[in-house]
């Protein structure tokens, strides 16, 4: 029977490889989840088969809790709240993989078997990336909730500390891997990686959550990857290195997005940057009103909403669609700008905006768009600062100098509705308002965008 | 000759190139959905969870944290299946008919 399970696994294998292929467009996507759930009860059943299971009351009650636990978080679980039950996943997901390895450890030890260095290599990378995935992971999601405060929290000698932190960890580490039978070594090790979790984001800020909550994914697939390697079973192997280069793959994304490195983000503590380099003078801008707005775009015959954060923090989404169905009838041709970095994690906005029912061919990424703002007639901004910041293209002194942004300049006229003219998160004054062409819009944005509905239809009638 | 472990090295960056090939496709529209499905397969972890729980003569430290893993890991598989399928029933198909 032990043999056959291994087919079982190579079927599994197969179907996790599917699943991920069928996700490259919407359309195939939802097979994908099918063929990800098939692929996990044929690797679950299969196991409980093959293998003399002991301790079924553990094991059945285990995922009792863990179904009873998983559903509702499932269905009750708002969408604007997805980037902090991600965050909550990878630390799920995380802890499984550093326990596992932790009662390998013990139980080899028990026997007084002596773990060989190909074993032991992947069991302290499994344990060092499970643990600080985890206690990573929970920061995140604290930052996400709005538990912890958003801003990056820096002091002196951060990165000195961390480093030897770290330093000590993979010297612990090495040391057990030579000399497997010092046990005293393990909780050390594993009390490092925790805390070298929190210390790891402890000094990331909000804007940059995208490309670490993708960091933290790539983490949590290779600590499952090496339980692979431990255990010696390929299909864990295959299914975490999916899940590593997927996590991989997005955080470069994201990172390129931005124009910064790997190193920057982990280490730059870039919110904590530009608050330094913040110079907010007073300058006029141009406001209006919702009855100006929306005879703009009455009038207007080609419209760009750019939303971002601010969008998902007003709950605005659903009224945003109101806007665009709106508009659409009136035969104005309504698209949306989405940059990678837009919101908390990759494809925040997306998600955000499929909720509202906005059809998703009328949700363009920054490249097929950026063309398109010279030829619009109204670039509209919901809650969108520094991925519309033309300071990106021009000021070299500007910390975000060299980030793709979205050419919202180059439109005809320019909305953006802001609750103030307080700088962002990112302390940085955008030139965008102080635009000839720009009106600010003053207010919170789900009100605002339903006072200009208001005030649509009466012209309509008119 | 080729030990388990090399034939193992060799599965790993084969998987990693192609999922590197695979996840490269997917469309950005999609990311939010690709990163809580790939989270729920990396619960497979949750085979490696059985086998420390289930093994003959377990301790009780080993049932306790595979007990734990179990939990934790079954969490993310059907969390991370429902909500993934909950998010990409949203996208509406082109031109919003319902």
């Known amino acids: 029977m032990a043999h056959i399970v291994s087919y079982v696994y190579i079927l599994s294998a197969a179907l996790f490889i599917l699943s991920l292929k069928w996700m490259n467009s919407p359309v195939t996507a939802r097979r994908s989840v099918l063929a990800g759930e098939l692929g996990m009860l044929m690797a679950i059943v299969g196991t409980l088969l093959a293998f003399k299971v002991f301790n079924w009351e553990w094991i059945l009650t285990a995922f009792f809790i863990g179904t009873a636990v998983g559903v509702p978080i499932a269905y009750i679980m708002p969408m604007t709240a997805v980037p902090q039950r991600t965050a909550m996943s990878h630390a799920c997901g995380a802890l499984a993989a550093a326990l596992v390895g932790t009662a390998e450890f013990y139980r080899a030890n028990q026997f007084h078997e002596i773990l060989p260095t190909f ?24 930052k996400l909730q709005e538990v912890l405060p958003q ?205 509202a029912d906005i059809p998703y061919d009328r949700l363009y990424g920054m490249e097929d768009i950026n063309s398109e703002f010279a030829q619009c007639d109204v670039a509209l901004v919901i809650g969108a600062n520094d991925v519309t910041n033309p300071a990106a293209r021009t000021d070299k002194t500007s910390p975000i100098y060299g980030m793709p942004i979205l050419d919202v300049d180059k439109a005809h006229t320019v909305m953006v509705i802001k609750r103030s003219m307080n700088p962002g998160f990112a302390g940085i004054d955008n030139e965008l308002y102080y635009m000839d062409k720009t009106l600010m819009l003053f207010g919170d944005a789900k009100t605002f965008v339903g006072e200009i509905l208001k005030e649509l239809p009466a012209r309509a009638a008119a | 000759m080729s030990t388990d472990l090399e034939i193992t090295l060799y599965i790993f960056m084969l998987a990693t190139f192609l999922g590197l090939e695979v996840i490269r496709k997917v469309s950005p529209l999609l990311h939010t959905p690709l990163m809580s499905l790939t989270n729920a397969i990396s619960a497979i972890s949750v085979v490696g969870a059985i086998m420390i729980t289930g093994a003959q003569g377990a301790t009780t430290l080993s049932k306790v944290l595979g007990f734990i893993a179990i939990t934790a890991a079954v969490t993310n598989i059907v969390s991370g299946y429902l909500i993934t399928d909950r998010m990409l029933k949203m996208f509406k198909k082109p031109g919003g008919k319902k």
């Open chain 1, 119 to 142: 074993v032991m290599v992947p069991l302290m990378l499994e344990t060092l990336l499970g643990f600080l995935t985890f206690t990573g992971s929970l920061m995140a999601m604290g």
């Open chain 1, 151 to 355: 801003r990056p929290i820096t002091y002196r000698g951060q990165n000195l500390t961390n480093f030897a932190l770290f330093g000590i960890a993979a010297g612990l580490g090495v040391w057990l891997i030579v000399n497997p039978a010092q046990t005293w070594i393990f909780p050390i090790f594993a009390g490092l990686s925790l805390v070298f979790g929190v210390l790891l984001i402890i000094p990331i800020g909000g804007a940059d959550m995208p490309t670490v909550i993708a960091l933290l994914n790539s983490y949590a697939g290779l600590s499952a990857c090496a339980m692979g390697f431990v255990l010696g079973n390929k299909m864990l192997v295959i299914a975490g290195a999916l899940d590593g280069s997927s996590g991989l793959i997005l955080s470069i994304i994201m990172c390129k997005a931005m124009n910064r490195s790997f190193t920057n983000v982990l280490f730059g503590a870039f919110g904590q940057l530009q608050v330094a380099h913040a110079h907010v003078e007073k300058r006029p801008v141009r406001s209006a009103t919702p009855e100006e707005a929306a005879s703009i775009l009455d009038a207007a015959s080609s419209v760009i909403i750019v939303p971002g954060y601010g969008m998902a923090v007003a709950q605005a989404q659903h009224k945003v669609r109101e806007l665009f169905d709106s508009l659409m009838r009136r035969g104005v041709d309504v698209k949306f700008a989405i940059h990678p970095v837009a919101g908390r994690m990759p494809g925040h906005m997306n998600v955000l905006l499929a909720e």
